[in-house]
Nanobody
Framework: EVLLVESGGGLVHPGGSLRLSCAASGFTLSDHDMKWFRQAPGNIIEWVSSINKDGRRTQYTEAVKGRFTISRDDTKSTLYLQMNTLKTEDTGLYFC????????????RGQGTQVTVSS
C-alpha cells in the first residue's frame, strides 16, 4: 500500500521559512517522479513543484520560483520542499504525490500538512 505522510507545516510570519517533508512507504521512491501540490481554503488544488526520478530535473509554478526548492533523499524514502521568503498567499494545505513528470495531476497523495503564513 502506498503511504505518503507529510510533516513540517505550521504558522510562520511573512518572510519566514519552512521545510516540508514527505515520508514515503509501500513503494520504491526512486522509481517515481514526485510532486508537491497545495490547496488554499475554497480554492482548487494547485501544482507547486515536481522532481523527476533521479532528482536531476525540477519544475516550479511561477509563483514560487526562486523561493521554493524541491529535493529528494531516496535513501531515506523522503521528499522535501524548502520554502523561503514565504508570503501570505502561500497559505494552504500542502501535500505530496506520485505522478508522471510529463503529465498533469497526480496518482497517489498524502493527507497534507497545513502551512499558514500570517502576521
Amino acid at each position: 500500500e502506498v503511504l505518503l505522510v507529510e510533516s513540517g507545516g505550521g504558522l510562520v510570519h511573512p518572510g519566514g521559512s519552512l521545510r516540508l517533508s514527505c515520508a514515503a512507504s509501500g513503494f520504491t521512491l526512486s522509481d517515481h517522479d514526485m510532486k508537491w501540490f497545495r490547496q488554499a481554503p475554497g480554492n482548487i488544488i494547485e501544482w507547486v513543484s515536481s522532481i523527476n526520478k533521479d532528482g536531476r530535473r525540477t519544475q516550479y509554478t511561477e509563483a514560487v520560483k526562486g523561493r521554493f526548492t524541491i529535493s529528494r533523499d531516496d535513501t531515506k524514502s523522503t521528499l522535501y520542499l524548502q520554502m523561503n521568503t514565504l508570503k501570505t498567499e502561500d497559505t494552504g494545505l500542502y501535500f505530496c504525490a506520485t505522478g508522471s513528470w510529463s503529465l498533469p495531476g497526480f496518482d497517489d497523495r498524502g493527507q497534507g500538512t497545513q502551512v499558514t503564513v500570517s502576521s
